[in-house]
């Protein structure tokens, strides 16, 4: 009897335990995720904060795998991680063997890949291991983003009432994050306030938490109609003062697909009277002043240089694969005639055709793969599956994979949050458990 009781007493101490740990490793998980979302890099100063986050994680994830095993999936999972590796040491080799030039930056390059990958694979692991559910995370990754509008429009309110002058706040998150945030300070149109361009990475989430937005009763998490609404607003300013065309043409399709494919007909009539009605007052309001904008962010002179740039940047990418067809120049290959970033000479706007560059057409297709790993689940299911979850998945896919023809948005740890929303979002769909079912809604009032 007392042997049994001991026993009995252990079990639940390991339980308990087992179940600190557990919230340990999510509480962390969650904090990396909201610093991927909120911060615009991972330098604070001369500390890569989400460096060290990551590093916390990994060791408490191997703890946890240690001490819960590892199921077939987790196990497949790894060893595609393992393969990934070695893919690109392989292509690093290919890139010190024509290495010309007096800095190699082929490690620098594969770092962004080995962050973006890994980060993806931490969140592939928890939800595998069933330390949250696809809810939590869609609603950590929303709420992170709205945290960082928020801080953002704070900024860009103490910038247009001149308390901070743009050009100071652009050298503090220079000088504080070591990146070079997109800027631009146009004419006064609105009342006497100038009309502030502020642009980053992090602004890329927009327009495909808009389309799951849009679209939330599907994925079976309840946010209330206020919520919503004020969420919709935070997500249009931020487009707004993003200014960038990518996202804003991106929003305009998530809009109209929803809209026009998957709402129904009677909230669809609603929708497009609310949008109409609005868009015809705004302008009615501000007609001067928003074709002065629509005229600076599509038609300007700085627009046409910014697109020559682009197709420069074509030209020589596409010159430079001629010359390495096959293989490419390896990781951290670049032209000497256009550089982008003097510090980071690799990466270029049309960025699928300096992975042509890089990689060739044998390594582009293996990155191609493994993007498309992210939808793999829901190609490969039935007809069983939701028609119009599936759909959205797929257009959030395309859109990022078009986005970054003319955007960096390929690799970043910051990227690794989109691609975990759209490989567990396939997961949750190919496993015929429609995103958790009645019992595990989230409501957020």
């Not at 330390?131 to 801080?151: A, D, G, R």
């Not at 706040?169 to 990146?179: E, G, K, L, P, Q």
């Not at 960096?408 to 910051?414: L, N, Y």
Request: aromatic share 14%; proline share 2%; charged share 15%.
């Amino acid at each position: 009897m007392t042997l049994v009781f001991a026993g009995r007493h252990e079990a639940a101490r390991k339980d308990r335990l087992s179940e600190m740990s557990t919230r340990i490793l999510l509480a962390m998980f969650s904090a990396f995720i909201f610093l991927l979302v909120l911060l615009p890099s991972g330098s604070l100063w001369n500390v890569n904060i989400k460096a060290v986050f990551s590093v916390i994680l990994f060791l408490l994830v191997l703890g946890h795998a240690l001490n819960n095993g590892i199921n077939k999936q987790i196990f497949n999972a790894t060893l595609f991680l393992i393969a990934a590796s070695t893919f690109l040491l392989l292509w690093l080799f290919i890139g010190l063997l024509k290495f010309e030039g007096s800095e190699f930056y082929g490690l620098t390059q594969m770092k962004d890949f080995v962050a973006t990958i890994s980060a993806t694979w931490v969140g592939y692991y928890l939800y595998r291991s069933n330390v949250f559910k696809w809810q939590f995370f869609f609603l950590l990754v929303l709420w992170s983003h709205v945290t960082y509008i928020f801080v953002k429009l704070i900024f860009f309110c103490l910038i247009v009432t001149n308390v901070i002058s743009l050009g100071a706040f652009v050298d503090a998150v220079r000088d504080i994050f070591h990146v070079t945030i997109v800027s631009l300070d146009l004419l006064a149109v609105f009342e006497g306030l100038s009309f502030i361009r502020l642009d980053l990475l992090n602004d890329s989430l927009s327009p495909f938490l808009l389309l799951f937005l849009l679209n939330v009763d599907l994925f079976k998490v309840k946010i209330t109609p206020k919520v919503r609404y004020l969420i919709y607003l935070l997500l249009f300013l931020n487009l707004v003062i993003s200014f960038k065309r990518s996202l804003i043409m991106a929003a305009l399709i998530a809009i109209a697909y929803s809209v026009v494919v998957l709402m129904k007909s009677n909230a669809r009539l609603t929708t497009v009277i609310t949008l109409t009605v609005a868009t015809l007052l705004l302008y009615s309001i501000y007609p001067v002043e928003l074709n002065y904008l629509f005229t600076e962010r599509f038609l300007s002179a700085s627009q046409e240089a910014s697109d020559i740039t682009r197709s420069e940047q074509i030209g020589i990418l596409i010159n430079e694969f001629s010359e390495n067809p096959l293989f490419g120049k390896g990781l951290g290959g670049y032209s000497k005639l256009q550089i982008r970033a003097v510090d980071l000479p690799y990466t270029y706007e049309v960025q699928w055709l300096a992975f042509l560059m890089q990689f060739g057409i044998i390594g582009l297709i293996i990155v191609f793969l493994i993007y498309s790993l992210t939808i793999a689940p829901i190609l490969k299911s039935g007809l069983i599956v939701d028609f119009k979850v599936k759909s959205i998945i797929l257009l959030a896919f395309v859109l990022w994979g078009l986005m970054s023809f003319t955007n960096p948005m390929m690799t970043a740890s910051f990227c690794s949050v989109f691609y975990t929303l759209l490989l567990l979002s396939s997961l949750e769909l190919a496993t015929n458990r429609p995103f958790g079912g009645t019992k595990s809604e989230i409501t957020v009032s």
